[in-house]
Nanobody, 126 residues
Framework: QVQLAESGGGLVQAGGSLRLSCAAS????????MGWFRQDPGNEREFVAAIIWSGDRTLYRDSVKGRFTISRDNAKNTVYLQMNSLKPEDTAVYYC???????????????????WGQGTQVTVSS
């Protein structure tokens, strides 16, 4: 079992930055593909970014390309989501997810992921 715990969310003005962290416990995530998803009220959870177990391949949804960066530190068992130039439409609860292995293409559907965190709220004010 892998337990995931997100942190780093908060309230920020439009144009600001936040860095989310996802700390894993229970097992090392060095062999897992990791993803970030988000959900705002009234909408389905949507894919944001993913990073393969080795860290050398990433994938982003179009609306965050150039603004968000996913990274991982397997030695710390942690995955990060650096979010810059935040917009009000980025407001959501952000979730970290994990699935063992992974290849091409990186999974974007939540059903492919086996483990989920509880989420962290990100609110961007205009």
């Amino acid at each position: 079992q892998v337990q995931l715990a997100e942190s780093g969310g908060g309230l920020v003005q439009a144009g600001g930055s936040l860095r989310l962290s996802c700390a894993a416990s229970g097992r090392t995530i060095s062999g897992y593909t990791m993803g970030w998803f988000r959900q705002d009220p009234g909408n389905e959870r949507e894919f944001v970014a993913a990073i393969i177990w080795s860290g050398d391949r990433t994938l982003y949804r179009d609306s965050v390309k150039g603004r968000f960066t996913i990274s991982r530190d397997n030695a710390k068992n942690t995955v990060y989501l650096q979010m810059n130039s935040l917009k009000p439409e980025d407001t959501a609860v952000y979730y970290c997810a994990a699935v063992i292995g992974g290849g091409a293409p990186l999974p974007v559907r939540e059903g492919f992921y086996d483990y989920w965190g509880q989420g962290t709220q990100v609110t961007v004010s205009s």
